[in-house]
């Protein structure tokens, strides 16, 4: 007798579904903690939550929550063309960026074609890539980053895009602006790098991407930037992608009709506008960050230096230790299915978080 999941193609049967970090309400049920008591550093998310002028900007906006968005997101557009100086036509809004990546992939890919990213990348690219049934490519990496030499070398006639993530997530490494640039000039027209750049704003100023500056010279850009990391809205979902008018016509073509709800559109326009909270962002994660893997080097673990607001660390048997964590109420990520069974991955918290999960894990190492 067939069963209705037989009726899916083989492609989607065979995906395995994304894991999520888990939410403090699940761990609170699970293991009998109070809620107030867990710690999620599990998810890369603001621990500053949201920004003050993006917060009043949600409260105005729920007086009109009956009507539908604007499904241009015409404020929006306007405010990302005046910050970032692209146009109009070079935008593609998102229900996360997420949903760019997504995107992308409906719109250029297909069975018979091929993606190529890195081993250890963000697992989506993998997903939207065997969502529309085409094969995707993982090249090994080099000291947990992007082989560029081997990733152009695995392009084929049959490849259609690239995905990149600068700073890469789980492991937090970075590729060099000018070694990026070559591996793009380097590539025939008709493959598209999409660049996922979602945690750009946590990166120094002499590391800030440049890429933008080059949508003019390569038609086959497209940058992908989310406004769930430092700009604190991660509940929100809403990212945007930036590429030239010929690429973004043939995405928003694909794109649902009011993907991006109102909430998220208004609270998105306040937040490019309060520079001064995502300074404030900046400089606590810089500092957390350097708790944290000062922390991790008097317990005398590895850990990958980090360019993200996140570091991931190698520990002995890690999903032990996963659990250990989550009975004393602390929240990880374990990045097994990133083939790095040997590590976890800890987001940069409060002063007061990243000590207690340090005091957590000492006591554990310890044990």
């Given at each position: 007798m067939t069963r209705m999941c037989d009726l899916a193609p083989p492609y989607?049967?065979?995906?395995?579904?994304?894991?999520?970090?888990?939410?403090?309400?699940?761990?609170?049920?699970?293991?009998?903690?109070?809620?107030?008591?867990?710690?999620?550093?599990?998810?890369?998310?603001?621990?500053?939550g949201v920004g003050p002028k993006a917060q009043m900007a949600m409260e105005e906006a729920l007086h009109d929550i009956a009507r539908y968005p604007d499904g241009n997101s015409f404020a929006l557009r306007d405010a990302v063309c005046s910050k970032f100086g692209v146009k109009p036509d070079q935008l593609v809004f998102g229900n996360g960026s997420n949903d760019?990546?997504?995107?992308?992939?409906?719109?250029?890919?297909?069975?018979?074609?091929?993606?190529?990213?890195?081993?250890?990348?963000?697992?989506?690219?993998?997903?939207?890539?065997?969502?529309?049934?085409?094969?995707?490519?993982?090249?090994?990496?080099v000291n947990f980053g992007h082989d560029l030499t081997a990733?152009?070398?695995?392009?084929?006639?049959?490849?259609?895009?690239?995905?990149?993530?600068?700073p890469n997530n789980p492991t937090g490494t970075l590729l060099g602006k000018q070694a990026l640039h070559d591996f793009i000039?380097?590539?025939?027209?008709?493959?598209?790098?999409?660049?996922?750049?979602?945690?750009?704003?946590?990166?120094?100023?002499?590391?800030?991407?440049?890429?933008?500056?080059?949508?003019?010279?390569?038609e086959n850009l497209i940058i992908s930037r989310t406004f769930s990391k430092a700009y604190g809205l991660a509940g929100l979902r809403i990212g945007f992608g930036?590429?030239?008018?010929?690429?973004?016509?043939?995405?928003?073509?694909?794109?649902?009709?009011?993907?991006?709800?109102?909430?998220?559109?208004?609270a998105a326009v306040a937040a490019l506008d309060d520079e001064e909270?995502?300074?404030?962002?900046?400089?606590?994660?810089?500092?957390?960050?350097?708790?944290?893997?000062?922390?991790?080097h008097a317990l005398g673990l590895e850990y990958i230096p980090s360019h993200?607001?996140?570091?991931?660390?190698?520990?002995?048997?890690?999903?032990?230790?996963?659990?250990?964590?989550?009975?004393?109420?602390?929240?990880?990520?374990p990045i097994a299915a990133y083939e790095m069974p040997d590590y976890l991955r800890v987001s940069i918290g409060l002063f007061d978080e990243n000590a207690r999960f340090l005091q957590v894990l000492e006591s554990i190492c310890r044990g």
């Amino acid at each position: 007798m067939t069963r209705m999941c037989d009726l899916a193609p083989p492609y989607i049967r065979s995906i395995a579904p994304y894991q999520p970090g888990k939410p403090i309400s699940d761990l609170a049920r699970e293991m009998g903690l109070q809620p107030e008591n867990i710690i999620k550093l599990a998810s890369n998310e603001n621990p500053l939550g949201v920004g003050p002028k993006a917060q009043m900007a949600m409260e105005e906006a729920l007086h009109d929550i009956a009507r539908y968005p604007d499904g241009n997101s015409f404020a929006l557009r306007d405010a990302v063309c005046s910050k970032f100086g692209v146009k109009p036509d070079q935008l593609v809004f998102g229900n996360g960026s997420n949903d760019i990546l997504e995107l992308a992939a409906r719109a250029f890919l297909h069975a018979g074609t091929e993606a190529v990213y890195s081993q250890h990348a963000f697992a989506v690219y993998a997903l939207v890539t065997q969502a529309v049934g085409a094969k995707g490519v993982a090249v090994p990496a080099v000291n947990f980053g992007h082989d560029l030499t081997a990733m152009r070398a695995a392009v084929t006639p049959r490849t259609r895009i690239v995905f990149i993530a600068n700073p890469n997530n789980p492991t937090g490494t970075l590729l060099g602006k000018q070694a990026l640039h070559d591996f793009i000039a380097s590539l025939p027209r008709e493959v598209l790098v999409v660049l996922d750049e979602a945690y750009d704003e946590y990166l120094a100023l002499e590391h800030k991407s440049e890429a933008i500056n080059w949508l003019g010279e390569f038609e086959n850009l497209i940058i992908s930037r989310t406004f769930s990391k430092a700009y604190g809205l991660a509940g929100l979902r809403i990212g945007f992608g930036m590429a030239s008018p010929d690429v973004a016509d043939m995405m928003n073509r694909v794109r649902q009709p009011f993907n991006v709800n109102s909430i998220a559109q208004a609270a998105a326009v306040a937040a490019l506008d309060d520079e001064e909270f995502v300074l404030r962002s900046f400089a606590l994660n810089q500092a957390g960050m350097a708790q944290i893997t000062q922390g991790l080097h008097a317990l005398g673990l590895e850990y990958i230096p980090s360019h993200g607001n996140f570091v991931s660390f190698k520990i002995a048997e890690a999903g032990k230790v996963y659990q250990q964590l989550l009975q004393q109420g602390v929240i990880l990520r374990p990045i097994a299915a990133y083939e790095m069974p040997d590590y976890l991955r800890v987001s940069i918290g409060l002063f007061d978080e990243n000590a207690r999960f340090l005091q957590v894990l000492e006591s554990i190492c310890r044990g």
